[in-house]
């Protein structure tokens, strides 16, 4: 099977990557793609009692990590990140006074007026909730967690004491949380998504910045961590933590990945215009290997070294994402920790949305390996569907996922092929003649290191006949 992957003149030949005589192929995150939906997941929440009584007291628990930094934090690389502990729980705190001290923050929320009314509201509801809603509930329940945490740690003597008016104050939690707890009926008595949307932009979200903007807040946290490290930890404990929180949940659901982006067919003009430079860029033709079923290409981490078969996936082009149910799709903890920090609760009860998980199960018995199957292939199903305006691309893809190698650092993620995987190079209609012999002579000095005769040059040019772009062989001898 044949591969295309177009290329601009800069990644193939400029100083900074060099991506021919290196023989490398860039793996690219989500964020780095042209569509700004690639990687969007239709997540939505709906689970029992349980599962959303541990998703607060997650997200209790990273807001106190973030609180506390450094001093806490199970990985300082993340940290410095921004990352939360969302691959961690409150059982992985790394002394007994670092637990006994989250039980008491998480004492302190859950006593909180009506969050326990919160909790059953939203596992009562039979709907699916999506990230705009529970990004609302968040946004305006967050600034009572927080002088909650600060009380909690002026309780343990970790900061003194305030003769300040505490910030929240029992009428506004009240207020707030008979707000959240309407707005979950009149939501749940909506009868479309659209409708929900559009009365959540309407509602006049409480000015809950300025409230965090208390100086007593700011100056008892600020005594928590180190001067350098609280500034930069500022913006997501007073402002943004809602929704850091809520896309950091994502981690849970799959690996983070990368991609390296091929086309079937070389013919559309669209896809040279955008992916090789307006067409003065060149299209690189690879020879897939067959493995087992699929086809891939056999990609190294060094020149020659560590060797990795990677499967090809195709794209599949839908009118909408596939839903992901999160509260059933937590896949990337160990069974235990998945039990103990999402679906039991204190005394032992488990959840229903882990009825198709063995937890209990040896981590290779035949019940464990059907479900992880089940569960990666619904992760690849998520991140290999783009919308039907992308379908004339025609793209397959290799993906490059996190796992035992870490690939957050882009220089990781340029793998080199094999040069005999590389089997010819069309250049584009406006293409340079002294682009064009730059590659010709990178590729002819490979072609006699290696003995190889059978590498084709070909030129791009527009088919009145077809109506769209084909090729012609460049004879150089």
Same mark, same amino acid.
């Given at each position: 099977?044949?591969?295309?992957? &177009?290329?601009?003149?800069?990644?193939?030949?400029?100083?900074?990557?060099?991506?021919?005589?290196?023989?490398?192929?860039?793996?690219?995150?989500p964020d780095?793609?042209?569509?700004?939906?690639?990687?969007?997941?239709?997540?939505?929440?709906?689970?029992?009692?349980?599962?959303w009584?541990?998703?607060?007291?997650?997200?209790?628990?990273?807001?106190?990590?973030?609180?506390?930094?450094?001093e806490?934090?199970?990985?300082?690389?993340?940290?410095?990140?921004?990352?939360?502990?969302?691959?961690y729980?409150?059982? *992985?705190?790394?002394?007994?006074?670092?637990?006994?001290?989250?039980?008491?923050?998480?004492?302190? &929320?859950?006593?909180?007026?009506?969050?326990?009314?919160?909790?059953?509201?939203?596992? +009562?509801?039979?709907?699916?909730?999506?990230?705009?809603?529970?990004?609302?509930?968040?946004?305006?329940? *967050?600034?009572?967690?927080l002088?909650?945490?600060?009380?909690?740690?002026?309780?343990?003597?970790?900061?003194?004491e305030?003769?300040?008016?505490?910030?929240?104050?029992?009428?506004?939690?009240?207020?707030?949380?008979?707000?959240?707890?309407k707005?979950?009926?009149? $939501?749940?008595?909506?009868?479309?998504?659209?409708?929900? +949307?559009?009365?959540?932009?309407?509602?006049?979200?409480?000015?809950?910045?300025?409230?965090?903007?208390?100086?007593?807040?700011?100056?008892? *946290?600020?005594?928590?961590?180190?001067?350098?490290?609280?500034?930069?930890?500022?913006?997501?404990?007073?402002?943004?933590?809602?929704?850091?929180?809520?896309?950091?949940?994502e981690?849970?659901?799959?690996?983070?990945?990368?991609?390296a982006? &091929?086309?079937?067919?070389?013919?559309?003009?669209?896809?040279?215009? *955008?992916?090789? =430079? +307006?067409?003065?860029?060149?299209?690189?033709?690879?020879?897939?290997?067959?493995?087992?079923?699929?086809?891939?290409?056999?990609?190294?981490?060094?020149?020659?070294k +560590?060797?990795?078969?990677?499967?090809?996936?195709?794209?599949?082009?839908?009118?909408?994402?596939?839903?992901?149910?999160?509260?059933?799709?937590?896949?990337?903890?160990?069974?235990?920790?998945?039990?103990?920090h999402?679906?039991?609760?204190?005394?032992?009860?488990?959840?229903?949305?882990a009825?198709?998980?063995?937890?209990?199960?040896?981590?290779?018995?035949?019940?464990?390996?059907?479900?992880?199957?089940?569960?990666?292939?619904?992760?690849y199903? =998520?991140?290999?569907?783009?919308?039907? =305006?992308?379908?004339?691309?025609?793209?397959?893809?290799?993906?490059?996922?996190?796992g035992?190698?870490? $690939?957050?650092?882009?220089?990781?993620?340029?793998?080199?092929?094999? &040069?005999?995987?590389?089997?010819g190079?069309? $250049?584009?209609?406006?293409?340079? =003649?002294?682009?064009?012999?730059?590659?010709?002579?990178?590729?002819?000095?490979?072609?006699?290191?290696?003995?190889?005769?059978? $590498?084709?040059?070909?030129?791009?040019?527009?088919?009145?006949?077809?109506?769209?772009?084909?090729?012609?062989?460049i004879?150089?001898?």
């Open positions: 099977m044949k591969l295309y992957r &177009f290329r601009s003149m800069d990644y193939l030949l400029g100083d900074e990557y060099q991506e021919l005589e290196k023989q490398t192929i860039y793996f690219a995150s780095q793609l042209n569509d700004p939906m690639e990687g969007f997941r239709d997540i939505v929440w709906r689970g029992d009692k349980i599962v009584t541990n998703f607060f007291k997650n997200y209790v628990l990273c807001l106190h990590v973030r609180c506390l930094g450094p806490i934090t199970l990985s300082s690389k993340e940290f410095e990140q921004g990352r939360l502990p969302i691959l729980g409150w059982n *992985h705190l790394p002394t007994p006074d670092a637990r006994r001290l989250f039980n008491d923050v998480w004492d302190r &929320f859950s006593s909180l007026p009506y969050i326990p009314e919160i909790i059953e509201a939203l596992s +009562n509801s039979n709907r699916p909730i999506r990230y705009i809603e529970l990004k609302f509930y968040l946004q305006m329940i *967050h600034p009572f967690f002088p909650e945490i600060i009380d909690t740690y002026i309780a343990h003597g970790r900061i003194p305030s003769q300040e008016t505490p910030l929240a104050e029992e009428l506004s939690v009240r207020r707030i949380c008979e707000t959240i707890l707005s979950i009926k009149t $939501f749940d008595e909506a009868r479309t998504e659209d409708k929900i +949307n559009i009365a959540l932009q309407q509602i006049a979200v409480i000015d809950y910045r300025n409230r965090l903007q208390s100086q007593r807040f700011i100056q008892q *946290h600020k005594q928590l961590i180190p001067s350098e490290e609280y500034w930069n930890n500022r913006q997501i404990v007073f402002v943004d933590f809602p929704m850091v929180y809520l896309k950091e949940l981690r849970l659901l799959g690996p983070q990945w990368y991609t982006c &091929f086309m079937k067919y070389y013919y559309n003009s669209s896809v040279w215009g *955008h992916y090789a =430079d +307006n067409h003065k860029g060149a299209c690189l033709i690879f020879a897939s290997k067959t493995m087992g079923d699929s086809n891939g290409l056999e990609l190294f981490y060094e020149t020659g +560590n060797a990795r078969a990677i499967r090809l996936s195709e794209i599949r082009y839908a009118d909408k994402p596939d839903e992901v149910d999160f509260f059933r799709s937590i896949g990337r903890l160990t069974g235990k920790d998945a039990k103990e999402w679906y039991t609760d204190e005394v032992g009860n488990s959840s229903e949305c009825s198709h998980i063995p937890l209990d199960g040896d981590i290779d018995s035949d019940e464990m390996v059907d479900w992880r199957e089940r569960h990666w292939s619904s992760f199903r =998520d991140i290999t569907v783009k919308t039907k =305006d992308w379908e004339y691309e025609q793209e397959c893809r290799l993906i490059l996922e996190d035992l190698r870490q $690939f957050d650092d882009e220089k990781d993620r340029a793998l080199t092929y094999d &040069f005999n995987s590389l089997t190079v069309i $250049f584009g209609l406006k293409t340079s =003649d002294e682009q064009k012999l730059k590659i010709i002579d990178i590729i002819q000095r490979k072609c006699a290191q290696k003995n190889r005769t059978d $590498f084709k040059f070909y030129q791009a040019y527009y088919s009145p006949e077809t109506g769209d772009i084909r090729k012609y062989e004879q150089l001898a």
